[in-house]
């Protein structure tokens, strides 16, 4: 903004300066740079990223002017021995270690040290007639005038400097180029790369340079965007949840509706809790009637032992072994033996509370709804890992499911904790065996068979989560991949009107928020450790604020709105710090094993029966 001003300045006073340049802004600004050669002005070396050069390594002082320099040379076809260092090393160094690196700019990489000699300080805009009478004041001291065309608002320095021209002429000063005050050729000062270097350094350097300007506008700009569409979809998210809640919370289920119900789990060496789970279902408040259909799927422990031992006394539960072929085909199974048209699902690891399965049953007295899906809760809250998953379940699956509610747009009934109609589930075809993700598979299936997928908050299910990161990245990683198998197969829903919310919105945030956001997440990283160098620090921080602010927020609405406490809010900060990383790594991870074609079966975590159901 400012330096063309300047150098129209100067052109309209036939007077010749010496520009400092950094690397940065050179790169940002290459027409600039070019503009200030033509007009026959010089460049200096002012490093890449303005570093405190007392500071930093002799490795990393060598890199900023290398970059600059070889920059400079791509641009320009010059190169330069010019060199005016940041910082107090600029005007007054005292230390030791400001006057070293001088030493190494100067005798290790042969560049000239211009330091100057009368400041009127124009940085801190003290107005225009205190920079002229400071000049003024200073004008014995020597005769190297420094002035900014950068860092700030510079509209003073601007407008001072004709004044600080026309008062210098009037003395009888004549103002030079730095090659005439020290009797060096400009050619010297400012060396022409060689012409049989020059294509080389041109393309090779340019381009590089090039290429790393355009990824670098590039992730400030999805910076920017991904902040905008965070902080908006939160906004939103918390609002609707919001409206769910008055709308939802405390109701009283349509009386009467008490259908027979079928509940199924599909169980693979779950020896340690299936007789707990088994117990939570049979001891409810429901009062219709219930049968238990438990599909062993080839266990290699004692599963189908345990379950055999309490069917022979519970008249309804009911056992079918069959070889191992994964979820998808054990609930297939299930569902063929169940005999009612309301059908209960819950993974073998989770326990129901007693109301669980009236709270998720009342919902489908309404014929459009064709499924329910329930709140599961974290019962294994011994470790960190646990802990912080907890969190994440409340403010993250719970408070989205509350808020999608509204908008008929929950793109998956949990097999967790849902309820089915039979009619509804065969009508979107069943449950499919080409994706892992056979809940969220099934759940936009039955969207596009135009059924409302409601939620109960008050159907509360206790769930084993991972316990430990490596165990964590092992589940993360089948719903990184089943997640992208469903996109992929289900595509046509994204921005499609005929399905509204879910295709404008809750699709549309699955992709953006658990795969691009997420997968983006390295590239973000390295772009901060960058702006830490180039002493930008503060505009990147100001993303990474803006993306805990909002994660904040709605964990203190998620822990409001399910009566938790609001102090473990808090985790959700080193929870994001361990989580990204590591989903980051699963989601390149999906994306890879997706681009090479391999399957990935259904996976087993190790249960260690550590659930706790906690009284209503």
């Not at 405190?52 to 060598?62: K, Y």
């Not at 001088?102 to 805009?125: H, S, T």
């Not at 009236?358 to 802990?387: C, E, M, Q, Y």
Request: aromatic share 8%; with cysteine; glycine share 6%.
């Amino acid at each position: 903004r400012w330096t063309p001003k300047i150098l129209d300045v100067l052109k309209e006073h036939h007077v010749k300066a010496t520009f400092f340049v950094l690397g940065s802004q050179v790169e940002n600004y290459p027409w600039l740079v070019q503009r200030i050669i033509s007009e026959g002005h010089e460049i200096g070396n002012h490093t890449y990223t303005h570093p405190n050069i007392s500071e930093i390594s002799d490795q990393q002082i060598r890199l900023e002017l290398n970059a600059t320099q070889r920059l400079l040379e791509s641009i320009t076809g010059r190169s330069t021995v010019l060199f005016r260092p940041p910082y107090n090393a600029d005007s007054n160094p005292s230390r030791l270690r400001e006057i070293l690196p001088l030493k190494q700019v100067q005798d290790d990489l042969g560049y000239f040290i211009v330091l100057e000699n009368i400041d009127p300080e124009d940085w801190a805009r003290p107005g225009t007639d205190v920079m002229l009478e400071r000049i003024k004041e200073q004008r014995e001291l020597g005769n190297i005038v420094l002035l900014h065309d950068a860092g700030g608002n510079r509209s003073q320095t601007v407008e001072a400097l004709p004044k600080i021209i026309e008062y210098l002429e009037a003395r009888g000063d004549r103002i030079v180029p730095l090659s005439e005050l020290l009797h060096i050729p400009r050619d010297d000062l400012m060396p022409l790369v060689s012409a049989g270097q020059q294509p080389y350094v041109r393309m090779v350097t340019g381009i590089g340079f090039a290429i790393w300007h355009r990824v670098e506008q590039t992730l400030w700009a999805f910076m920017i965007a991904a902040t905008g569409l965070v902080v908006l979809r939160g906004l939103l998210v918390a609002a609707l949840a919001a409206r769910h809640q008055r709308r939802n919370d405390g109701v009283v289920p349509v009386s009467g509706f008490i259908p027979p119900i079928s509940v199924v789990i599909a169980a693979y060496n779950e020896a340690k809790v299936i007789q707990s789970t088994i117990h939570s279902v049979l001891d409810t408040s429901y009062q219709g009637e219930i049968e238990l259909v438990v599909v062993d799927d080839g266990s290699t422990d004692t599963t189908a032992r345990i379950v055999e031992q309490l069917a022979a006394e519970e008249p309804r539960l009911r056992l079918q072994k069959q070889p191992n072929g994964g979820k998808s085909v054990a609930l297939r199974t299930a569902m063929a033996m169940a005999k009612n048209e309301i059908i209960v699902f819950l993974d073998a690891d989770t326990r129901f509370e007693r109301g669980t399965i009236d709270a998720l049953v009342a919902p489908l007295a309404d014929p459009a709804v064709g499924a329910v899906s329930g709140h599961a809760k974290v019962g294994n809250l011994r470790t960190f890992i646990a802990r912080c998953q907890g969190l994440e379940y409340t403010c993250g699956f719970n408070l989205d499911r509350r808020a999608y509610a509204v908008w008929n747009c929950i793109t998956v009934a949990p097999g967790a904790v849902s309820a089915l109609r039979r009619s509804a589930l065969e009508e979107a075809g069943g449950f499919s065996l080409d994706t892992l993700a056979e809940d969220t598979d099934l759940t936009l299936c039955l969207h596009r068979a135009n059924y409302r997928v409601a939620y109960a908050p008050e159907a509360v299910a206790w769930t084993e989560a991972p316990e430990t990161l490596r165990s964590l990245a092992k589940q993360r990683f089948r719903w990184a991949f089943g997640t992208l198998q469903c996109l992929w197969k289900h595509s046509d829903l994204v921005f499609n009107p005929e399905f509204k919310a879910l295709g404008w919105f809750a699709l549309p945030s699955v992709w953006f928020c658990q795969i691009v956001l997420v997968a983006i997440t390295p590239a973000i990283d390295l772009l901060l450790i960058f702006s830490i160098l180039a002493g930008d620090a503060a505009t990147m921080a100001l993303f990474f604020v803006a993306f805990l602010a909002m994660d904040m927020l709605l964990a203190v609405i998620a822990c409001a709105m399910e009566g938790e406490p609001i102090a473990k809010a808090w985790r959700i900060v080193p929870m994001r710090l361990i989580y990204r990383p590591l989903l980051s790594w699963v989601v390149w991870l999906a994306i890879i094993k997706a681009f090479k074609g391999a399957w990935v079966t259904w996976g087993k975590l190790e249960r260690t029966a550590s659930v706790v159901v906690k009284a209503p």
